[in-house]
């Protein structure tokens, strides 16, 4: 990759990109013209899981804000799970989801987030070892860079023969050979280790290689990346990896400070 960072000084009303907001999202938002955003990746608080010093999220706003935001052709990547209590599930992945599309975004695809190494839990079921990784879009989304894996078979010649039968001549076998292709495209469920950067200081922090592969899918360099919730970080240091522009916002001050040091870190590293 060229290492030339080509970052665009965009502003929008009060404040600008390249810079994370020490403030509930819906602020930050609130300052943005309509179809501004190209990308959102994130993870959002669900089912009471995390602790957030008593701060409460208004989803059913956050959502309606987020599709105004969002440019057309644009895509919001919602990361989420379900508690369970009391033996069921609360369903509010589904139900956000739902929500979504109501707000006009079309979901693209539902996809699964693997966990490699979850944490086995004391349940009369199967263990949890996966989050939904629901991909929406305004319209058709305009950028589609997919992941290629490697083929099982990669560059092997496979034989196949086919039987016909053929007026005037009977049953006839006719044998093709074909070479196997190096790559295909990955599917839409993808293994992750979890934890990373210090997950000491964030419980709750997604893989960085997620949000690569996520920001590498679905937007373009000087592209603007967004996370509402941002947490410790993950999804500003690589848009800055993958020279895209980002904003984040970000209600704790205690985790402002923790991905704020990352992000100079990474940008210390490039430049």
């Known amino acids: 990759m060229d290492n030339k960072r080509t970052f665009l000084e965009v502003n929008f009303t009060g404040a600008s990109v390249l810079k994370l907001y020490n403030e509930d999202c819906l602020d930050t938002m609130a300052r943005m013209e309509d179809n501004f955003i190209?990308?959102?990746?994130?993870?959002?608080?669900?089912?009471?899981?995390?602790?957030?010093?008593?701060?409460s999220f208004d989803f059913e706003s956050i959502a309606k804000e987020l599709y105004r935001v969002t440019k057309e052709g644009g895509v919001v990547v919602w990361i989420v799970g379900d508690a369970t209590i009391k033996g069921s599930e609360t369903g509010t992945s589904f139900k956000?989801?739902?929500?979504?599309?109501?707000?006009?975004?079309?979901l693209?695809?539902?996809?699964?987030?693997?966990?490699?190494?979850?944490?086995?839990?004391?349940?009369?079921?199967?263990?949890?070892?996966?989050?939904?990784?629901?991909?929406?879009?305004?319209?058709?989304?305009?950028?589609?860079?997919?992941?290629?894996?490697?083929?099982?078979?990669?560059?092997?010649?496979?034989?196949?023969?086919?039987?016909?039968?053929?007026?005037?001549?009977?049953?006839?076998?006719?044998q093709t050979s074909l070479k196997t292709k190096d790559k295909k495209q990955k599917g839409n469920v993808?293994?992750?280790?979890?934890?990373?950067?210090?997950?000491?200081?964030?419980?709750?922090?997604?893989?960085?290689?997620?949000?690569?592969?996520?920001i590498i899918s679905w937007s373009n360099e000087n592209d603007i990346v967004y996370d509402p919730f941002m947490g410790s970080g993950t999804t500003a240091?690589?848009?800055?990896?993958?020279?895209?522009?980002?904003?984040?916002?970000?209600?704790?001050s205690e985790y402002c400070d923790i991905a704020e040091k990352r992000i100079k870190e990474t940008q210390q590293r490039l430049f």
Not at 197 to 213: M, R, S, W
Request: some cysteine; charged content about 25%; proline content about 4%.
């Open 190 to 214: 993808w293994k992750y280790n979890t934890g990373g950067y210090n997950t000491a200081n964030h419980v709750a922090q997604f893989p960085e290689q997620l949000a690569n592969d996520h």
């Open 237 to 252: 240091k690589m848009a800055i990896l993958n020279n895209r522009n980002w904003i984040g916002s970000e209600m704790s």
């Open 108 to 174: 693209n695809d539902t996809m699964i987030y693997q966990k490699a190494n979850f944490i086995p839990l004391t349940h009369k079921r199967y263990e949890q070892e996966f989050e939904y990784m629901f991909v929406f879009s305004k319209e058709k989304p305009k950028s589609f860079n997919p992941l290629m894996i490697d083929c099982i078979h990669a560059g092997k010649t496979i034989k196949r023969s086919r039987k016909t039968n053929e007026i005037g001549i009977g049953l006839r076998e006719t």
């Open 96 to 106: 956000q989801a739902l929500f979504l599309k109501e707000c006009g975004f079309r």
């Open 38 to 55: 190209d990308l959102t990746v994130t993870s959002p608080p669900y089912d009471n899981l995390r602790t957030y010093n008593g701060y």
